[in-house]
């Protein structure tokens, strides 16, 4: 997976990198709450993560 990340960060331009790492080092600026999560819309993602991770998701 983090040759993949890298691959994909190394495309964008050298502001936004900069930008995602600060974000990155000074932590989460706020949770998010169950109520504020889209569920349906993260659940589209999972057979992607999963594949990319290996793993058998589903039927």
Do not use: H, Y
Not at 24 to 39: F, Y
Request: hydrophobic fraction near 40%; aromatic fraction near 6%; glycine fraction near 10%.
């Amino acid at each position: 997976v983090l040759p993949l990340l890298r691959r994909t960060f190394a495309t964008f331009p050298p502001a936004e990198r900069r930008q995602l790492g600060e974000k990155i080092r000074r932590g989460a600026t706020k949770a998010v709450n169950s109520e504020e999560m889209d569920w349906e819309r993260g659940e589209k993602v999972l057979p992607i993560v999963a594949q990319l991770l290996g793993l058998k998701f589903g039927g």
